[in-house]
């Protein structure tokens, strides 16, 4: 059975607790708030505040990115069920909040690496974006199933596509254009999305995930605003096929 997480690890959970559940005995799950209108806010908060992620998976297939696309699809889904039976205390397909946060994990690391990568701006039938993509996913699924509530093993997925992102650029630095405007409003939200969870790290201050509905919808904000800046600032042109030519 999956260990309780301990130290930093447990950051990533709220309302722990270890106690027997189907499709996840004996590991880690979710307890619910004590009262039935925390129950049913919280479940709105933490599940509704994910369909912000819908409009950014719209659009990175308008771009041609059906893989981001697919990725965010299956992080706001597994996110919603997962924070809405951690919420009301019950199960979907059989499936607990234990397994529901399993996946949502899952998904929310390989989006998170797809958004990373994108800014290498490698050409969308590129033989290396497919092989990072596949990578990414072997990666990220080896390191959550054997250590799903260490935070190590959710850093460690993270930080290899950073690397190999920061290697992609500087290789292709000379061929590579953003939308700038988009890339601020990008950063902007990203340092509103990182406030927002650590906030929300504190259950007792946050008994209504208010601040992690926050979370939800400037990382959905961040992850639109990564596409568009990726995407670069020629309308109708590929941004790898844009080169930085002086005048």
């Known amino acids: 059975s999956s260990p309780l997480p301990r130290g930093g690890a447990s950051r990533f959970c709220v309302f722990c607790a270890r106690r027997e559940g189907p499709g996840f005995s ?63 205390d019950i199960t979907f397909l059989t499936l607990n909040e234990g397994r529901w946060h399993h996946m949502d994990n899952v998904f929310a690391i390989l989006s998170l690496m797809a958004m990373s990568i994108g800014f290498a701006q490698l050409p969308l039938h590129s033989v290396w974006r497919e092989l990072f993509h596949a990578a ?78 926050g979370w939800h919808i400037f990382v959905s904000l961040f992850s639109g605003f990564s596409l568009r800046a990726q995407r670069g600032p020629a309308k109708g042109v590929e941004p790898s096929d844009v080169f930085d030519k002086s005048d």
């Open 136 to 213: 990414s996913v072997g990666v990220a699924v080896c390191a959550q199933l054997a250590y799903p509530w260490d935070v190590r093993f959710t850093i460690g997925p993270l930080v290899f596509s950073v690397v190999f992102t920061i290697l992609a650029v500087a290789l292709r630095w000379k061929h590579l254009r953003f939308n700038r405007q988009a890339g601020m409003i990008a950063i902007v939200s990203f340092v509103c999305a990182v406030v927002c969870f650590v906030q929300g790290l504190d259950d007792q201050k946050d008994r209504m995930r208010l601040w992690h509905g």
């Open 26 to 88: 004996g590991g880690v799950v979710m307890v619910p708030p004590p009262s039935r209108e925390d129950m049913v806010a919280q479940a709105w908060v933490t599940g509704f505040t994910n369909i912000a992620m819908l409009p950014v998976t719209i659009q990175a297939f308008s771009y041609g990115k059906h893989y981001e696309g697919i990725m965010g699809m299956m992080a706001m889904v597994t996110s919603s069920l997962y924070h809405t039976c951690q919420s009301l």
